[in-house]
């Protein structure tokens, strides 16, 4: 966040006569979102594979002025979504100093700021608020209260003399706090149907309710939320009513294409050594590959942040290979796949039935994506002379003990390495890391149509006739 420029108003005076109008949350938010779109710049950074389904709908949703909940299974970047709404909004507003809600200094709502604005006129002091300071996050859970998110009487403010009728005695809860901000409701359904009423007036009438008196507040927030399909239905954990407030309903989904897929991985994934497109490739078809397997409950989904982890883990396997063998840089190879399946099987949940059977499951379909991999790879790539070298007694061995160098140096020189190289983005004179992962890949599209043998043990596979 920068600091706040020395050329703004610093008094309600200042700012009338430097022409800052009070403008509604949704005005604002569809004047920057028109504005960006006319201009033809990036509304939505970060947002991968979304552009020719979710966004278009959110983009109309928002010009309307709707409050909007995206229903999706998790791990479908719906969250990561609602946090991008606040780059629609101004960066700098300016607000009461002071003030509990942020209230408007041409525009104040309660009793106290009204009467400030009213003593000290054109001198009311005005702060400016940061527009990250404008988006407010609550996750639904089960002792969620009322009094969270609308506010409650404050027992000291009644101690101190005020009568309970008072609408100073109020302490305010999350949604009057992000008055003329946007407040974003993550897993709705998940709030006790009790706590949903409370929403209604808010959603609605812009007013809240406290304690059985209402304060006329003219609240202006965007409430924004998210919901699991199953649980958001008058059959599942929502109230008919407040479902009828929200003005859109938008679908969310995971990557359409492996190259989104990627790009998500290598966007939200921390990777601690090198990995090649072509296990990134690996991996995201072999998520791709959990969420059409009918042995895996696809009512819980599979994440994408399984990918993200996944890839994390074979990055992880290649540093660790790295440190026992000295070589560098660390480059993962497809042996380092073999971590995934152990390690990330927590991660999802399988059809009754299926116990005890995960990690056959889970090697088979990572399999089946490096076979459809190096078979997009090497189309055409005629891999007879590789295995012909192979079987007549050029033996390779791979692990985590063997360098990228020893996997070369057991082949001799075949110009089909060369151009599987070059498939797979690497060129001769990169590192032995890189080239091995390369060569490595064929071996094992070899071994997977049955033109090579394998055989494992704990630490060491050896390709062979």
Known sequence: MNAVPDALPRTAGALRAAGYEPRPIAQEIHDNLLS????????WPGIVGFSRTVLPQLERALLAGHDVVLLGERGQGKTRLLRTLAGLLDEWTPVIEGSELGEHPLQPITPASIRRAAELGGDLPVAWRHRSE??????????????????????????????????????FGLVPRAHRGIVAINELPDLAERIQVALLNVMEERDIQVRGYTLRLPLDVLLVATANPEDYTNRGRIITPLKDRF????????????????????QEANLVAEV????????????RNLRESTVIDQRSGVSARFAVAAAETVAAAALRRSALTGEEPA??????????????????????????????????????????TARD?????????????????????????????????ALPELPVLHEVA????????????????????????????????????????????
């Open 247 to 266: 003005g859109a309903e938008i679908r969310t989904h995971y990557p359409l294409d492996v190259e989104s897929e990627v790009a998500v991985v290598r």
């Open 36 to 43: 960006a779109l006319k201009n033809g710049e990036d509304a």
């Open 134 to 171: 404008r988006y407010t996050e609550k996750l639904a859970t089960p002792d969620t209260s009322v009094g969270d998110l609308i506010g409650d009487v404050d027992p000291v403010k009644v101690a101190e003399g005020r009568s309970l009728g008072d609408p100073e005695t109020i302490h």
């Open 422 to 465: 070059r498939r797979a983005g690497v060129s001769a004179d990169e590192p032995a890391g890189r080239i091995a992962a390369a060569v490595e890949l064929a071996l094992e599209s070899l071994f997977l149509s049955r033109r090579l043998a394998k055989d494992s043990d704990d630490t060491t596979t050896v390709y062979g006739r």
């Open 276 to 287: 090649g497109e072509p296990l990134l490739e690996v991996l995201a078809r072999f998520v």
């Open 331 to 372: 480059v993962a190879r497809p042996v380092d796949l073999d971590a995934v399946p152990s390690v990330l099987r927590g991660k999802i949940e399988f059809e009754p039935g299926e116990e005890g059977r995960e990690i056959e499951h889970l090697v088979h379909l990572l399999r089946l994506a490096i076979a459809e």
């Open 377 to 409: 790879r090497f189309a055409g790539l005629d891999l007879r002379p590789l295995a012909d070298a192979v079987a007549d007694g050029h033996l390779v061995s791979t692990g985590e003990r063997v360098p990228g160098k020893d996997v070369l140096e």
